[in-house]
């Protein structure tokens, strides 16, 4: 009887890790779903082989500011240049709107990452990656398995995370030649996504576990970490190097921010608010909702010792969100809105017709996304 009963426990327990490990791989699944298309699940969303494509650039003749529609469209801007990606292909558009950049591409899942002076653009269910300078010279990139996620920093170096046989994820690390210069094999963690610090020092990696959501952060000379924070039952949806001295993790609940060594030194509670949508620059901007859709909601700004920079009551959806350079931009079904990072208003504009998305360019000027062409507006 005493054998039985224990074989009983011994099943249960069983049955537990396997409901729980299930449980772990759909949320990772619903956190890198969430992280690659944020932007679609918002109302506007609604409506190792290197290669050298070539340093020299030839313009594409097409009318200014006008795209491939194509599905699953994903936009970024960077420098005051434009990439968009859909499941047809890339193209790139410099600061007067002529592409710059164009390539045929079959991607089951498009997604685009960037920073002040570069872009990643890559298949998120597929193999190949594709790396832009401003000026629109294109590198290739082809790993041996799935690619999950890919980041690329300031100067041109890139994390990207992919399947790995035999450990849950791996992490490797390119500079801007596209040479590896660090992997790292996560054999206990489901690795969400990594980014490399501004100074090409560090990397950070997020990911989720049995305990919870994890940030661990390497130096790229050492193979031990230099530290690592695990919040329990706990997950986090995204990551970000506001600079050198600042990681800034975001989960449904709140912003936590850590050192170097992945000390938490701050944190920004939603009390109680729905996480409608965000963005993460030097610092974060978030809009926080009574409800998970309509209804009034909370734009705020918060620095990275986690007090308030500028927060505003709302009385309608926004449709997109951007920061960049100090500046907040805010879609609304009606209008478009630029503030200061304290969200002081700098200007705005009613004339957005058939818009989906609005993005801000490094000289300050916002680019109204529709499907198949954008508009360059400046607010101030």
Not at 117 to 125: E, G, Q, R, S, T
Request: charged share 25%.
């Amino acid at each position: 009887m005493e054998q039985r009963q224990k074989k009983k426990n011994k099943k249960r327990e069983t049955i537990r890790t396997v409901l729980f490990a299930l449980i772990v791989l759909l949320l990772v699944f619903g956190a890198v779903t969430a992280l690659l298309y944020r932007d679609r699940l918002t109302p506007s969303g609604l409506n190792q082989t290197f290669s050298d494509s070539g340093s020299e650039v030839k313009e594409v003749e097409s009318d200014p500011f006008t795209y491939e529609s194509g599905s699953m469209q994903s936009f970024a801007a960077f420098g005051n240049n434009l990439a968009v990606a859909s499941s047809t292909g890339y193209q790139m558009l410099d600061a007067k709107g002529r592409t710059v950049s164009r390539e045929v591409l079959s991607m089951d899942a498009p997604a685009v990452s960037v920073s002040e002076n570069w872009c990643v653009i890559y298949d998120a269910d597929g193999q190949e990656l594709r790396v832009l300078d401003v000026n629109g010279t294109t590198k290739s990139l082809k790993t041996t398995d799935r690619i999950l996620s890919a980041r690329i920093n300031a100067n041109g170096y890139l994390a990207v995370v992919t399947e790995e046989t035999g450990y849950k994820a791996a992490v490797t690390v390119y500079d801007n030649e596209l040479r590896r210069i660090f992997v790292w094999h996560s054999g206990a963690a489901y690795v969400i996504a990594a980014e490399i610090d501004p100074n090409n020092e560090m990397l950070a990696t997020l990911s989720v576990d049995a305990e919870g959501g994890k940030l661990t952060v390497f130096a790229l000379d050492k193979e031990q970490p230099l530290g690592s924070f695990t919040s329990e039952g706990e997950l986090f949806w995204d990551l970000h190097w506001m600079d050198k001295a600042y990681v800034c993790l975001l989960s449904e609940e709140r912003l936590v921010f850590t050192n170097e060594k992945a000390e938490v030194l701050a944190e920004y509670g939603y009390q109680g608010r729905y996480l409608l949508d965000y963005d993460l620059e030097n610092c974060a901007a978030l809009l926080l909702g009574d409800h998970r859709s309509g209804g009034n909601s909370l734009l705020v700004t918060v620095a990275t010792d986690g007090r308030e920079r500028g927060s505003v009551e709302l009385q309608q959806e926004v449709y997109s969100l951007d920061l960049r350079g100090g500046k907040v931009l805010a879609l609304y079904a009606d209008k478009l809105e630029l503030m200061t990072d304290q969200l002081g208003v700098l200007g705005s504009t009613e004339e957005i017709l058939g818009v989906k998305k609005a993005l801000l360019r490094k000289d300050g000027k916002s680019l109204l996304l529709g499907a198949y062409a954008a508009e360059l507006i400046g607010l101030y």
